[in-house]
């Protein structure tokens, strides 16, 4: 009995048949009446039945979806309360390694639910507008005329909204192929209610999920596994072209620029290379793809288009009369050369940029863009030489041709390897090759992949709940960055290899040891007369790529006036895949540091390591212990063995946790710092705190801490301390004081600053008052540096001004082991600061 003969003419089926386990094995499966059989089993098989539904239902449930979700994008108020998208992370998502070649076709009436159809393709046409929710979906309609839900769960265009694009990315009639197809009935797209963040009621729906974007294969009409077949048509199926002619090449050049008119960018790509499978040759439909691949990011595929179209030209040129192939071709020729070289800077193979820069300034002498561009790529060739930059452009921001900003060359030192830590059990790390000084500089790069959203305004917000890790995730630019590697693996294959070798969790063995040139980007070099060719796309992977070695850029941020704080990250608008950086494991507390300028991630030393010890970053920067603790835990990474960690379980659980009811110490030192947040035209004013209940309150805090713990590891304190400091100078700046009063309060002042920055680790001061650097690392490395500047600016008051230049000297050294760079920079970088306190002599 095959499982056809289960079907009935109301579309009834079973998900098991008798071949099928369990039954193939069971006692019942002997029977040889199928009526017999039928009649036995009725009870067992009722849960196992489905019935397709309704082709005209199916397609208006989804059309009052599509027009929901419409008005959505266009900005319409929906009834009811705003949503979030929730997008699950989780192990073994499937994708298919076998070519659709070696695939059988099945149809949509003999798949099973929650079931993976392996060694089989599904083909289907697009019968309704497709809809962006957590996925792309639409409805799919086979051979034989019935219908179903398709969703891709991880489709690269994800960040086009429902409308008139995404309609022209998933045309009604399109044909395509799904690989080893998982058909499954779960609850629909997962919806949260923002106001009580609940999740809405939703229903069970069947559909076929594909997990892998690779698993998707588009066809032609004239495509053979289509020609040969013969197509149901329903009365209630829209229009549908299925035998469409091909495009011209014209044709296509023409839909694409208006698309490309409308900014489209997605949907105009993909008419140029309609209109390239007609005409591969077509110079002018190179030259608008690869300016299409530009603006998209898409690097790789716009250098080969850059490289079809300047070979044609030339070989067009060679051919004719010089003068006259020179007037006729002048304007696609400079076209190709600047096409040629931004790819080339977006893929930064900086001596591959500037060898085609040369070649296009010397074409085109009096072209200001080739003069600008050739300087430009000269400074990257240098800066990914010698590893000096031009760090004061790069605090400033300073714009750069072609109306970029902080665009510079990856650097990394030759001072570290890759090795086995000697900490960690032997796993994959980075480790000392030589000695190395505080302050050096040891990695400057740009993202591998990234996803920067603060040009969009994406609604609803999407969040990421990881449930390897066991955490949810708000940001969005988190949540997209898996489909921007997706999106990156498209265009350039070779970056699947250069994935694959970065940490994924514990579910993935252990990273191959390799050199660090293996973390190389793959650059323009190449064969860019054949693609190459797709590769097949693990999700779960990225999805642990993205949980294990991305960051999420936090740009540094230093106030008017102080103290310095990080930018604000509730809504962080920027995530990505940093290659060398993510090599580095962890400790909470690191002997390197690292900061974000924009998207430039630079890790420096911040103390003297030795050859063979390992270099660490810290993952969860300014984390309470029971934080980081859990993080870490959820990580898989282990216990820290770090010293801060060792120091502070020392102290009993219960005054680890007692910390958080102290979290007014930091708003009230910005208050008396003149920092605090403006609410409602005026500066946010805490509950008032005396000076008397500030330092009882301290003592108290003092007295909680094991008597075996450093003075030098407990940071809890530095606001205390701060706090102290500052409302000792608010007496000064009161009211009418004595002299002799205002000097020892503006004492006392300076005294609890030298106070915060020794319980952070700093040992840089002596007993006679005199400031010289003497140890690092120390913790909040750069709110040190703002009671360093303070202490230069209450010495100066005092007219002290030879310990003012001492604790000027201090505070540069503190600069250059975190920021680098020297006086210029740090009078670039803390100049509001510098100019309210009337510092800026002391540095220049």
Known sequence: MDSTSYIGSNGFRPI???????????????????ALLSCSLVAYLVTFYRTFQDVETLLQTED??????????????????????????????????????????????????????????????????????????????????????IELQ?????????????????????????????????????????????????TKVSRIRVESPSDVVWLGADDQLVSELTWTSLPVCPTTETDAQRLTAEQAKSIGDGRLDKGWLMAAERAYTEGLTVDSKHIVLRLDRAHCRIRLSRFRGAFVDGEHALRGLLDAMRAEEPARANMAHSDLLQKAYHWLVLASIGLRDWSVAHEHCTAFAERFPDCAPALDLLAFTQARVDEARTGVYDWPSIFRGDLQPGGTRNVVADWVSPSFKVGRSPTL?????????????????????????????????????????????????????????????VDKIKDEPRASDILNRLYAGPKYSDPELVDLSAFKLPG????????????????SRLEGVRAFSSFATRSAVINETLPFKYGRYGDQLCSGVYLVPSLFNHACFANVSWVFWGDIMVLRSRQTISPGEELKITYLPGRSLVRRTKLIGNLEIGLCD??????????????????????????????????????????????????????????????TYDPRRSPSFMPELFRFYNTLSGLHMN?????????????????????????ALECCGFKGIESDGRGTMTSSPFTYETRCMSVGLSIVSILDSMDRKEDAQRWARVVLEMHDIVFGGGKETLVVLWRGPLDSMNLLPYFS
């Not at 323009?524 to 999700?539: C, I, N, W």
């Open 524 to 539: 323009a070099l190449g064969d860019t007369e054949k693609e190459d060719e797709p590769r097949d796309v693990d999700v």
């Open 642 to 703: 770090c010293v801060l960690c060792k120091e502070k379980r020392l102290d009993p659980p219960n005054r680890r946790t007692m910390w958080s009811d102290y979290v007014w110490t930091s708003a009230y030192d910005e208050y008396i710092l003149g920092v605090a947040e403006i609410e409602y035209g005026k500066m946010h004013r805490p509950k008032r705190r005396t000076l008397k209940k500030v330092m009882k309150m301290t003592r108290s805090i003092e007295s």
């Open 16 to 34: 098991l048949t008798k071949n099928d386990p369990p039954l193939k094995n069971h006692p019942w499966a002997s029977v040889d009446n199928s």
């Open 425 to 485: 059990g032997g796993i994959r790390g980075v480790i000392a090759d030589r000695t190395i000084e505080p302050g050096e500089l040891l990695v400057v790069c740009k993202p591998f992949i990234s996803v920067d959203l603060k040009d969009r305004d994406l609604r609803p917000v999407t969040e990421v709940v990881n449930l390897s890790v066991q955490q949810c995730f708000p940001e969005m630019a988190y949540a997209y960055l898996v489909r921007a590697m």
């Open 731 to 755: 007496k000064v700046t009161g009211g009418m004081k004595d002299p002799v009063e205002t000097l020892l309060l503006m004492e006392q002042a300076i005294y609890w600053k030298k106070r």
């Open 64 to 149: 009052d979806l599509h027009q929901q979700e419409l008005r959505r994008a266009q900005g319409s108020k929906e009834v009811g309360q705003p949503l979030t998208w929730r997008l699950l992370a989780y192990d073994g998502k499937h994708f298919s390694t076998r070519p659709l070649q070696e695939l059988e076709r099945i149809e949509l009436g003999d798949m099973m639910w929650h079931k993976i159809h392996y060694g089989r393709y599904l083909l289907v046409r697009i019968v309704s507008r497709p809809t962006r929710i957590t996925s792309i979906r639409f409805i799919g309609q086979d051979p034989s005329g019935r219908a179903e839900l």
């Open 154 to 202: 991880t489709a690269v265009d994800m960040l086009v909204e429902t409308g008139p694009e995404l309609d022209a990315l998933y045309p009604m009639g399109s044909l395509l192929a799904i690989r080893e197809p998982h058909y499954v009935r779960c609850l629909d797209e997962d919806t949260i209610n923002d106001s009580h963040r609940k999740r809405i009621k939703l």
